[in-house]
């Protein structure tokens, strides 16, 4: 599985100075730390998120290699990618489509900067409908 960042997204995403951080892109599937609340509905949304670089991620469990460094994802969201991904920048609309050769993944790709967040994480907590 790869993914490509092109060179507007990449512009656009050095405002949260990714090399200095760990990036995860994230399905929402109520699944993890990030996810408050998940959905009952199986309605996921995809989101880059920026933690700090040494945080404990273990939900976060396979390595993606980039042109902007590794990206983690949870194992068990990997059939909601595709083999080849691609994420853009859209200037018209300030949107971050994630992109297949096979399908647009989402039109705008949700970017979260929690590195300077003091996280609560509780990997214990299950989410129940």
């Known amino acids: 599985m790869d ?10 995403l050095q405002r949260y100075n990714p ?6 892109l994230d399905f929402d599937d109520g699944v993890g730390p990030f996810s408050a ?3 009952c ?12 670089k040494d945080l ?11 042109n902007l460094g590794d990206v983690f994802i949870k194992e068990h969201t990997a059939v909601q990618f595709d083999k080849e991904m691609e994420v ?7 949107t971050m489509p994630l ?3 096979k399908r647009i993944l989402t039109s705008n790709l949700e970017v979260l900067d929690l590195s300077d967040t003091e996280l ?10």
């Open 99 to 101: 992109v297949s050769p």
């Open 3 to 12: 993914i490509t960042f092109t060179n507007r997204a990449v512009e656009r």
């Open 41 to 52: 509905s199986l309605d996921g949304g995809y989101r880059l998120i920026f933690v700090k």
């Open 37 to 39: 609340v998940g959905s």
């Open 19 to 24: 090399s200095a951080k760990k990036m995860l």
């Open 56 to 66: 404990a991620t273990p939900d976060y469990d396979k390595k993606l290699t980039s």
């Open 88 to 94: 853009r920048f859209n200037p018209q609309y300030f």
């Open 120 to 129: 609560n994480l509780q990997t214990d907590k299950a989410h129940d409908c």
